[in-house]
């Protein structure tokens, strides 16, 4: 399978997620905020949310994967929680998804195939989706350049996806995405993060090898 990378430009965050105006008005304190869009790696053939998926259902296993330096863990962690719930109950992907922390004492994105197979086995209705979802960057971003006296600033998502085939527990697809929200003279705080990995999952749950 070929190795895809590309970046999507887009002018406006609400051409991906939608948020009421007041509210970003609120949340970030001066500039023009737009949204990049980046993905490397391994992508399905088709999207993992589309109209053929609506009305499956889906084991989402999660956890994060923080860099040895990273402030504010549990906020990060619980904005992340709630996030990711909310994408998943809200966004019409799946008809009905399980979402998973931990198994036990294991942390569910570190399962083995066998694992993931009695997971799977466990459901009351058979999924026909299992992914895998990495959190390595949650949180703000700010860049100062003192030459220039600029601010670039906003926040920042990347999450490893990897679908898993139900039958086997084995990876089918894998890839990372990267999802940006700000600009020259943006400051956002950590008040928008469960809702920018709602955003970065929309995007990413909707890419294949096809996507231009």
């Avoid at 053929?52 to 040895?68: C, E, H």
């Avoid at 009905?96 to 466990?122: F, H, Q």
């Avoid at 600029?150 to 990347?158: K, P, R, S």
Wanted: with cysteine; charged share 15%; aromatic share 6%.
């Amino acid at each position: 399978m070929a190795n895809v990378s590309g970046l999507i430009h887009v002018s406006s965050m609400w051409t991906i997620c939608s948020i009421p105006v007041l509210l970003f008005a609120a949340l970030v304190l001066v500039g023009c905020a737009s949204t990049r869009f980046a993905v490397s790696g391994q992508p399905p053939g088709q999207p993992l949310c589309q109209k053929s998926s609506k009305d499956a259902a889906a084991v989402i296993l999660w956890g994060p994967r923080w860099r040895p330096n990273q402030k504010d863990i549990p906020l990060r962690e619980a904005a992340a929680q709630r996030g990711i719930a909310h994408f998943f109950s809200s966004s019409g992907c799946f008809a009905k998804a399980t979402i998973l922390r931990t198994i036990g004492d294991r942390n569910a994105i570190d399962l083995s195939p066998a694992e993931v197979r009695a997971v799977v086995a466990a459901e009351a209705t058979a999924p026909r989706y299992v992914l895998s979802i990495t959190v390595r960057e949650l949180g703000p971003i700010v860049t100062l350049f003192s030459s220039l006296a600029l601010v670039d600033g906003g926040t920042e998502v990347v999450l490893e996806i990897r679908a898993l085939a139900p039958a086997t527990g084995q990876t089918t697809s894998a890839f990372t995405a990267h999802w940006q929200n700000g600009g020259p003279w943006v400051l956002k705080g950590v008040a928008t993060l469960e809702y920018d990995i709602a955003c970065a999952l929309q995007a990413a749950l909707r890419v294949s090898r096809t996507t231009p």
